[in-house]
């Protein structure tokens, strides 16, 4: 009990395995006595389902302690990411999350991932507002979602403020045009950093003594031209910006918004790694910090409830052996870098030649960004191949020529040695990425006897990739105008296993022990 009582003071006044702090100036009644208001946040979980109910139980036990309010938001990317909510099609995670009660929820781009239909049905659920600036149906003149929330705590208000990368019209372009080609929803961003800045505005008109920013932004800047530090730069009156999209580890990255003030920018990470904890005290002083997960010692009954109910309904999916390996299927190194966006791994060499024979295809491409987890050294499960590929997709072959090939494979590699999840993993063709000049240069095509050949621009050789890939969410647009000769009902998480199990007769062997050298890098 002693213990308990250090660790929730330390955790409601200064803890923090990385701290930071700023100040933001604001009045309060004379003879007023305001408590602190603590705002917990996570973002880009991707199905990480352990750790709703710390953060709810941390939530509450501050709550019940009286010594603060408390709060806790999220930044989005909660729908998707590995066998848990593949196999439900996000309904899992929400049945988790609708427990928890936040107070502000905002998109994440694989919110999109099974269409915008699948997302309002799941969202309706949630029982926490939702908000988005930038989110809209062509010829609306009001967001898909309201801009922000404004909530009370004591004397004080605070609005939240959500944003999502307009990248993802690209990243999940399949959910926002129809197959004509005809927009369906718009994340604006010819106008994105005038709609936040909008909704900030309308939130301070109406009150809001602070204005917290739930942005999906991220750090790193992608084909749109978009990063959360942009962001800053061009808006005025938020107060601090908790991030999300990129992964990052933030306790406190100051930018200097539209006014020359200092703006705190954080993250949490992913996979509840840590919890981010806002505290604002009753002056107006803002200090972030993360808190690593496995060191809070409080979890809410009911959530924790839910949770094992759902990773036993996951087990019993997905306990099936489909083949073993004697070393590990790498999608991401040591530092948790995705490295399979940047370089080729042993994991895209299998999922690839997986497509191709699925496809019987002459090559086959992924996207890194579609192979999302490590498959560990021994038993590989039905659960291990889904985590790997969690997506909804379904394998298709189209037939390209090999200048588009070339263009494709120019296209996504041009942020190399930057990882990127266009970065394109493959089988049946092997080429050289210069990283200075951005060009592809020796792209060779396997033949029937096992040896390459030079590319042909002008022939046309058959692909097998996902219909993600195909439609313009993966791999750029590149492939959006090739016919399409074969369109398969197989997700591909099944032909990866079929082909684990069969082709390979439940055994990895030695062939995948390492990347084939289909793929080279050279820095000039």
């Known amino acids: 009990m002693k213990k308990n009582i250090i660790w929730l003071l330390a955790a409601t006044i200064c803890f923090a395995s990385i701290s930071c702090s700023h100040k933001v100036t604001s009045s309060l009644t004379a003879g ?28 509450d036990v501050i709550n019940k302690s009286d010594t603060a309010y408390a709060a806790a938001v999220c930044v989005g990317d909660f729908l998707q990411g590995n066998t848990t909510g593949a196999i439900s099609k996000g309904q899992y995670i929400i049945d988790i999350m609708k427990g928890v009660g936040y107070d502000a929820i905002t998109l994440g781009n694989h919110e999109f991932d099974y269409g915008v239909p699948r997302q309002e049905e799941l969202l309706r659920q949630v029982n926490a507002p939702v908000v988005c600036a930038n989110f809209f149906e062509p010829s609306t003149p009001a967001p898909f979602y309201p801009a922000y929330v404004i909530k009370q705590y004591g004397p004080k208000r605070i609005a939240y403020v959500g944003a999502v990368t307009p990248e993802t019209m690209v990243l999940e372009g399949y959910s926002f045009y129809d197959t004509n080609g005809i927009k369906l929803y718009d994340l604006c961003p010819e106008t994105f950093y005038s709609l936040i800045q909008q909704a900030v505005d309308n939130a301070r008109s109406e009150g809001a003594d602070y204005v917290v920013l739930l942005s999906h932004v991220g750090e790193d800047t992608q084909s749109l031209g978009f990063n959360s530090h942009l962001l800053v730069n061009k808006t005025k009156g938020i107060d601090i910006v908790l991030d999300g999209h990129t992964h990052s580890i933030i306790p406190e990255d100051v930018v200097q918004n539209l006014e020359g003030k200092h703006i705190t920018v954080t993250q949490t990470g992913t996979q509840f790694n840590y919890i981010g904890k806002l505290l604002i005290t009753a002056d107006g002083h803002m200090t972030t910090s993360l808190l690593p997960v496995k060191d809070i010692p409080y979890e809410n009954a009911g959530i924790k409830a839910v949770t094992d109910s759902v990773r036993q309904l996951v087990q019993n999916a997905t306990s099936r052996v489909v083949a073993k390996s004697d070393y590990m299927l790498v999608v991401a190194d040591d530092q948790d870098q995705w490295i399979v966006r940047g370089e080729e791994t042993n994991a895209g060499d299998l999922v690839a030649d997986a497509y191709r024979q699925a496809m019987q295809s002459d090559m086959a491409f992924e996207n890194g960004g579609g192979i999302r987890n490590n498959i560990p ?36 590699t041009a942020l190399v040695p930057q990882l990127d999840g266009n970065f394109p993993q493959c089988s049946g063709v092997r080429f050289t990425i210069h990283s200075k000049s951005h060009t592809v240069s020796d792209v060779e095509v396997l033949q029937a006897n096992g040896t390459y050949a030079p590319i042909d621009p002008t022939k046309t050789y058959t692909v097998g990739l996902t219909d993600y890939n195909y439609s313009g969410g993966g791999l750029f647009d590149c492939f959006k105008s090739c016919p399409v000769l074969f369109e398969s009902t197989t997700r591909y998480y099944d032909a990866l296993a079929n082909y684990l199990s069969g082709n390979l007769g439940g055994n990895t062997g030695t062939t995948y022990a390492k990347p084939q050298g289909r793929i080279t890098i050279v820095n000039d």
């Open 32 to 59: 007023e006595k305001q408590k602190s208001i603590v705002i917990l946040y996570e973002n880009d979980v991707h199905c990480g389902i352990d750790g709703y109910a710390k953060l709810a139980g941390l939530r």
């Open 377 to 412: 050294a021994g038993t590989i499960t039905y659960g291990n191949v889904i985590g790997m590929l969690p997506y909804d997709n379904t394998l298709c072959r189209i037939a390209a020529t090999g200048q588009q090939i070339q263009q494709m494979l120019t296209r996504c």
